[in-house]
């Protein structure tokens, strides 16, 4: 079995990103289509209002007729918020233009978004039930009028709002930002932080193209990556698995060597992985030189917490601490030159398979 194998046996659920209310200008929002276009995930515009009487018939339920449920009540909503009906305009991901409703060959409308893919499109506008979103703890919404709100990204699951995050702060750690700010060591590790709606997309199957194909998908491996070695760090025990491909990167990327000095003098057992062009120098860590796939190949980012990793609620504290306490791991496989596969988790089975699987086999 090989790293690729080994990632083939996940398959995460399929999540939306709605950018309600959208007035930032469309290069913001054509960046976030680019670090998404590729993935599972898929990039929508919206608007939002508050649950009205007209909505009601739409919102009942079908086991009894009952209206959906009562304002701030969020007891039905464990895994999420429901959305009511959600419609939206979808993004195309080749010219990163909304793509209008167009009539299916029954006379309902559907919204093509050039990849394939069709969701429906009628003519209601998203409902969501405001006083519920407000006491969402993951959706930055403190205001009372929807409809003056702007720019907040909603993550949905099915019928769920299960993450929420302000477009600007996407933006100041994937849109406007590049990797030299991570490569030069210019973010310190203790400033990285995951948006809602990035931690949001755990176990989600990502495929994300590098440089030149595209300016912004690896970022979002670097910035995971980070967050998890911060993960690692903050305990200052347990193991720390991480694969370069090309070992001399920890000898060229002042950054990135700075990060695992760090991490093994916090008390961290760092095991580093890659082809061995150039062996690193002077750092307190195992290295695991191979010119297999699972080197030349593979990115992975493993933390193993001390005594194994364990579940851990979201609702326990932030994703640091979920991290800290009970284990993370990134793996991402390159199938084709610069296009990568993979998918990042808190589940304790897959981080202790993960790690298991590299202690054995690298």
Not at 182 to 189: A, F, H, I, K, W
Not at 238 to 257: A, C, K, P
Not at 327 to 336: P, S
């Amino acid at each position: 079995m090989t790293l690729a194998q080994f990632l083939d046996q996940f398959d995460g659920p399929d999540r939306t990103i709605v950018v309600v209310n959208r007035t930032d200008p469309d290069p913001v929002l054509n960046m976030l289509v680019d670090t998404f276009g590729e993935s599972a995930v898929d990039v929508v515009s919206g608007t939002m209002r508050t649950v009205d009487d007209s909505n009601a018939e739409q919102n009942e339920r079908a086991d009894g007729g009952q209206s959906g449920h009562n304002p701030g009540e969020l007891s039905d909503y464990e895994d999420g918020l429901a959305t009511g009906e959600l419609t939206t305009e979808r993004i195309d991901c080749r010219t990163d233009d909304p793509v209008g409703p167009t009539a299916d060959e029954e006379g309902g409308r559907v919204a093509d978004d050039g990849c394939g893919q069709v969701s429906a499109a009628g003519g209601n506008r998203p409902v969501i039930d405001v006083e519920a979103l407000r006491q969402h703890d993951d959706v930055p919404f403190e205001g009372d009028d929807p409809e003056t709100l702007e720019n907040l990204t909603l993550l949905i699951e099915e019928d769920r709002v299960i993450a929420g995050s302000t477009l600007d702060e996407l933006s100041q750690v994937l849109l406007l930002v590049n990797s030299d700010l991570y490569v030069t060591g210019s973010r310190p590790l203790s400033e990285v932080e995951l948006p809602s709606v990035v931690s949001g997309l755990t176990d989600t199957a990502f495929s994300l193209r590098g440089y030149p194909e595209s300016n912004r998908q690896k970022l979002l491996l670097i910035t995971i990556s980070r967050f998890i070695e911060r993960a690692a760090w903050t305990a200052g025990s347990g193991t720390l698995r991480s694969s370069f491909q090309r070992l001399s990167r920890l000898n060229d990327e002042v950054g990135t060597r700075e990060v695992y000095e760090r991490v093994p003098e916090a008390g961290v057992d760092t095991h580093l992985y890659g082809v061995a062009d150039e062996l690193p120098t002077d750092l307190d860590a195992v290295i695991h030189a191979g010119d297999g796939p699972d080197f030349t190949d593979s990115w992975f980012v493993a933390f193993r917490p001390e005594g194994g990793a364990k579940p851990v609620e979201r609702d326990a504290g932030s994703d640091l601490e979920r991290g800290v306490e009970g284990g993370v791991a990134l793996l991402a496989v390159e199938t084709e030159p610069r296009t990568w596969q993979g998918l990042w988790t808190f589940d304790a089975d897959k981080v202790a398979s993960l790690n298991r699987y590299i202690e054995r086999n690298l």
